[in-house]
């Protein structure tokens, strides 16, 4: 059952879980970091784009299609439309959704938690982030479930150095999210390497062992990215091929930033600053911290 589970997600853009395979592991010049970095900034402002609009009310179609424009506009292409035949710009993932929902008719409304996932590939590099907007007023123990997804991302972040292992970002994003608060972290999706391909090597867990796995070198540049539960951990497919979702509907949660491995403290190549100042000047939306 777990196999035929696999596949039914392996098309997916987060790579699923495997045993750690180090096949098409890239590692980047510093041209090409700031080559990534660009599309990373295409990205962050594209959020920002999307973020000014969100409000009870307003199709998650119309997202996509402006975040789609904004991104043409500006010589760059979607990563996302048209990867393994998906149809969108952006992943949208509401509530319960933890990643790939697909933009639609639906309608947000307040108390709603909306996953954005953006990919913007330019100049022969992606760029890759995700973040997640409450619209409205949400209640605590989500708003709770989305201050510490962001904060594990973080605790992840802070571990990719030069000298470490995998295992100690993957670490440390279980122990905040799981071991500390108690939350479901989701198995079968990873995150993972960027760079001219939107996935490349390595696969990146939410969950691991300290000191296990490749030793971090300078220039390799990774998509970490908590999938986080209020409830279990267990998700499944839809019948769309596409979105997951949880296994007890409890509300999900997912951050994501890109960065480089450096010697003495890991360099953030995505940004939230554009989004979260749109965020600010949203009444329509809460923030989180």
């Given amino acids: 059952m777990i196999y035929e589970y696999i596949l039914s997600i392996v098309r997916n853009f ?30 962050g402002k594209t959020h920002a784009v999307v973020a000014e609009r969100i409000r009870p009310g307003i199709r998650t179609s119309l997202l996509d299609k402006l975040a789609e424009e904004f991104i043409k506009d500006h010589k760059a292409v979607p990563s996302f439309k048209g990867y393994n035949g998906f149809p969108h710009t952006l992943c949208m993932s509401i509530n319960s959704e933890v990643v790939h929902g697909m933009p639609s008719n639906y309608e947000l409304k307040s108390g709603d938690i909306v996953s954005i996932d953006c990919g913007v590939f330019a100049n022969g590099f992606h760029g890759d982030s995700a973040y997640t907007y409450c619209v409205g007023e949400i209640d605590e123990a989500t708003k709770k479930l989305l201050e510490v997804t962001k904060e594990s991302l973080y605790k992840g972040i802070e571990q990719a150095v030069v000298g470490k292992r995998l295992g100690d970002i993957c670490f440390a994003i279980q122990q905040h999210a799981e071991r500390k608060h108690g939350y479901g972290v989701v198995r079968e999706l990873v995150g993972h390497g960027v760079g001219r391909q939107l996935h490349e090597g390595p696969e990146v867990p939410n969950y691991g062992k300290r000191g296990k796995g490749i030793k971090l070198l300078n220039g390799l540049v990774l998509a970490i990215e908590p999938m986080i539960n209020l409830g279990k951990k267990e998700v499944q497919c839809l019948e769309d091929g596409w979105t997951v979702v949880t296994k007890d509907d409890s509300p999900s949660a997912h951050f994501e930033h890109t960065v480089a491995v450096r010697q003495k403290q890991a360099e953030i190549l995505s940004t939230f600053e554009y989004l979260e100042k749109a965020i600010k000047n949203n009444i329509e939306l809460t923030e989180i911290s």
Avoid: H, M, Q, W
């Fill in 14 to 43: 987060n790579p699923v879980r495997s045993k750690g395979s180090k096949k098409n592991i890239f590692y980047k010049t510093d041209d090409e970091i700031e080559a990534i970095r660009y599309s990373c900034e295409l990205v």
